[in-house]
T-cell receptor, first 113, second 114 residues
Framework: EPEVTQTPSHQVTQMGQEVILRCVPISNHLYFYWYRQILGQKVEFLVSFYNNEISEKSEIFDDQFSVERPDGSNFTLKIRSTKLEDSAMYFC???????????FGSGTRLTVV | AQKVTQAQTEISVVEKEDVTLDCVYETRDTTYYLFWYKQPPSGELVFLIRRNSFDEQNEISGRYSWNFQKSTSSFNFTITASQVVDSAVYFCALFNNAGNMLTFGGGTRLMVKP
């Protein structure tokens, strides 16, 4: 069964450093997403991406965040200058249509120290 | 604005008991989609079911069943004859086309004791 692949599974970074979280969506999917889950809390929407541009973003997704699909297969989330409160599990997801086949990756646990 | 409420933050049952996880949602959309995900201790989100707003038929998949009641805006999930492996956090989520995003409930932690 097709999978969404996220790397790394766990990343530790120093406060103020830039991090890039990587995702390989399912190959024929057109919609891509990032979600965040702070430990013990609910999963929160960050951003959706379609046709090479952001289609929707939440208030969490401020200027410190950016997304990119650099080569037609990868989908990345960059945090420019990490803060302690960015520590969370970050999930990538992709879907074939806007609401169908919504598949999550296994997540990247980001720890900011 | 959309909202999903899972009033039960934690449920504990003994193996073989039946358990129902509640989910109530709010949306102004006439077309929307409801999902349930399982998050085991390993942390990944495992898709369980997707239901569109026009399909109110209940669904059964093995020990799992779902009751969609549009009149009460609820989409409840029942596990029959629970097993220890069912222990996880379960999330209900609502997708709306306009926002192109999933709105998650706060999750229900289910603990099944042997």
């Amino acid at each position: 069964e097709p999978e969404v692949t996220q790397t790394p599974s766990h990343q530790v970074t120093q406060m103020g450093q830039e991090v890039i979280l990587r995702c390989v969506p399912i190959s024929n999917h057109l919609y891509f997403y990032w979600y965040r889950q702070i430990l013990g809390q609910k999963v929160e929407f960050l951003v959706s991406f379609y046709n090479n541009e952001i289609s929707e973003k939440s208030e969490i997704f401020d200027d410190q965040f950016s997304v990119e699909r650099p080569d037609g297969s990868n989908f990345t989330l960059k945090i420019r200058s990490t803060k302690l409160e960015d520590s969370a599990m970050y999930f990538c997801a992709s879907s074939g249509t806007a609401n169908y086949g919504y598949t999550f990756g296994s997540g990247t646990r980001l720890t900011v120290v | 604005a959309q909202k999903v409420t899972q009033a039960q933050t934690e449920i504990s049952v003994v193996e073989k008991e039946d358990v129902t996880l509640d989910c109530v949602y709010e949306t102004r959309d006439t077309t929307y989609y409801l999902f349930w995900y399982k998050q085991p201790p390993s942390g990944e989100l495992v898709f369980l079911i997707r239901r569109n707003s026009f399909d109110e038929q209940n669904e059964i998949s093995g020990r799992y069943s779902w009751n969609f009641q549009k009149s009460t805006s609820s989409f409840n999930f029942t596990i029959t004859a629970s097993q220890v492996v069912d222990s996880a956090v379960y999330f209900c989520a609502l997708f709306n086309n306009a926002g192109n995003m999933l709105t998650f409930g706060g999750g229900t932690r289910l603990m099944v004791k042997p």
